[in-house]
């Protein structure tokens, strides 16, 4: 599938951890995922609360069973709680679609993104190959799938925007 069609939406709980942050404070928010973003809106009146460009995700991890963890650099994270588990599989599938036109990709998934995906769950891992394809792990412990570009990573418009690119609105 094209990543330009990555599209999500859903009530989940954004939990954002800095360095500069002593104590996270979970918020609801509205979530609405496109192929460039996620847009964070509150529940009541739908004013944008914050969001997360794509281009400042550095590894995405699937914490189990209703979490997804975006590292956005080396100082900022971001848990994004999903309210069961389904959903929370169907969030990180649209977030790794999204991914995958992050570094020029821009036909489709079956070429492979440069972004480094870990997934951790007592549930049995996901492995990602080459051809794009996915499948079950017998082992169901941590699995690191790094992609042919890791090493390749230059630096981008996220550096020229500050604070990894994620920026409260």
């Not at 918020?27 to 009146?45: A, C, D, K, M, Q």
């Not at 550095?58 to 963890?69: W, Y």
């Amino acid at each position: 599938m094209d990543w330009r069609h990555a599209s999500m939406s859903g009530s989940l709980t954004w939990v954002k951890e800095t360095t500069v942050a002593s104590s996270p404070t979970p918020t609801v928010l509205y979530s609405e995922l496109s192929p460039t973003l996620i847009v964070g809106l509150t529940l009541r009146g739908g004013a944008p609360a914050d969001y997360i460009k794509f281009s400042t995700v550095t590894s995405v991890m699937h914490m189990a069973p209703h979490t997804v963890k975006l590292h956005l650099g080396e100082a900022a994270q971001v848990l994004l709680i999903a309210p069961d588990t389904q959903e929370c599989l169907q969030w990180l599938d649209a977030i790794q679609l999204a991914l995958s036109g992050k570094k020029g990709n821009f036909s489709s998934t079956e070429k492979l993104s440069s972004v480094r995906m870990t997934r951790s769950s007592p549930e049995p891992s996901v492995y990602i190959s080459e051809n794009g394809t996915s499948g079950l792990s017998e082992w169901g412990g941590k699995k690191d799938v790094l992609h042919k570009n890791d090493e390749n990573h230059t630096g981008g418009a996220e550096e020229m925007l500050g604070n990894n690119g994620h920026q409260p609105l």
